[in-house]
């Protein structure tokens, strides 16, 4: 039985992943960039209209609270979409989505299909990931939130 190990090379906007395998042809099928990314263009487009929705919510809303006269405190509910915004932003730009690494699962094929993370190892690399987003996502929302107070 042939068996095929995979370690990350390089971690900069993509994650890339080396294999060594016995078997040329079966290393070309076995390579992926990470578990949990989801490279179709379909998927990478939704996480960007996510971002641009995200984005218009958290005008729209700054511009609604500052019309109607309300006090600033309440800006800080731009948090909400900024969040949102930022979350799909950023997974389009990492073609990674955090929803699948929680989950455990990877797409490759057609929006919508996933399968298992059968690796231990990289189903902790991919909520590492994912969790990394995440927290980029927060801190971006809050700064932003923070500028919608302060500045209003």
């Known amino acids: 039985m042939r068996r095929w190990y995979s370690t990350v090379a390089i971690v900069t906007t993509r994650i890339s992943a080396i294999s060594r395998l016995?078997?040329?042809a079966a290393a070309r099928s076995a390579i992926r960039r990470s578990d949990g990314v989801s490279a179709?263009?379909?998927?990478?487009?939704?996480?960007?209209?996510l971002g641009w929705l995200g984005l218009l919510a958290t005008a729209a809303l700054i511009g609604l609270?500052?019309?109607r006269g309300?006090?600033?405190g309440w800006e800080l509910l731009a948090f909400v979409p900024a969040f949102l915004s930022a979350c799909g932003f950023l997974q389009a730009?990492?073609?990674f989505c955090s929803g699948y690494a929680a989950r455990g699962v990877y797409n490759f094929?057609?929006?919508?299909?996933s399968r298992a993370?059968?690796?231990d190892a990289s189903r902790r690399m991919d909520r590492r990931q994912g969790n990394r987003i995440m927290l980029y996502s927060v801190l971006l929302a809050g700064v932003v939130a923070a500028l919608a107070a302060l500045l209003g």
């Open 70 to 72: 309300v006090s600033r």
């Open 40 to 49: 179709p263009a379909p998927e990478v487009s939704r996480r960007r209209a």
């Open 117 to 119: 993370v059968s690796d």
């Open 65 to 67: 609270l500052r019309w």
């Open 93 to 95: 730009h990492f073609h």
């Open 22 to 24: 016995r078997l040329p």
């Open 109 to 113: 094929g057609a929006p919508g299909q």
